[in-house]
């Protein structure tokens, strides 16, 4: 059972989000949306990019950003990559970053944040 299938949101079947597959034009807007996160390798494991592909990029780039770029492109090239998985990752007990999950959620799939007005 995929909760993050193309078809399906698994955040809220009435919320209004785009769980559509990523393409490589959407890589940039990717790499912004996880610049605070530094821990490109485990992220990388977390969504699922082979170790060997991971070994071979932190090998050929020297720099955390570049390596960052790389991971998520070929996670994006594998024609499987989504907001959705992203934000799991992002949430695993691996990575916990639930504060960057939440930004993505609120910036690339409409989910509006509820605020508690009470005194």
């Known amino acids: 059972f995929d909760l993050s299938s193309e078809h ?3 955040i809220d ?3 209004n989000c785009d769980c ?3 393409e490589e034009s ?3 807007d990717v790499l912004r949306a996880t610049a605070n996160e ?3 390798f485990m992220l990388g494991v977390e969504l699922h990019v082979s170790h060997a592909t991971l070994e071979r990029i932190k090998l050929d780039y020297r720099q955390a950003q570049e ?3 790389h ?3 070929a996670w994006i090239s594998s024609g499987n990559a989504t907001w959705s998985k992203l934000i799991a990752a ?3 007990p691996v990575l916990g970053n639930l504060q960057l999950a939440q930004e993505i959620e609120v910036k690339y799939m409409n989910v509006k944040t509820e605020v508690n007005n009470t005194p």
Do not use: K, N
Request: aromatic residues 12%; positive net charge.
């Open 8 to 10: 399906t949101c698994w």
């Open 13 to 15: 079947s009435q919320t």
């Open 20 to 22: 559509g597959i990523l």
């Open 26 to 28: 959407d890589t940039s």
């Open 38 to 40: 530094s821990r490109w």
């Open 67 to 69: 390596c960052q770029y």
């Open 71 to 73: 991971m998520l492109h």
């Open 90 to 92: 992002l949430r695993s």
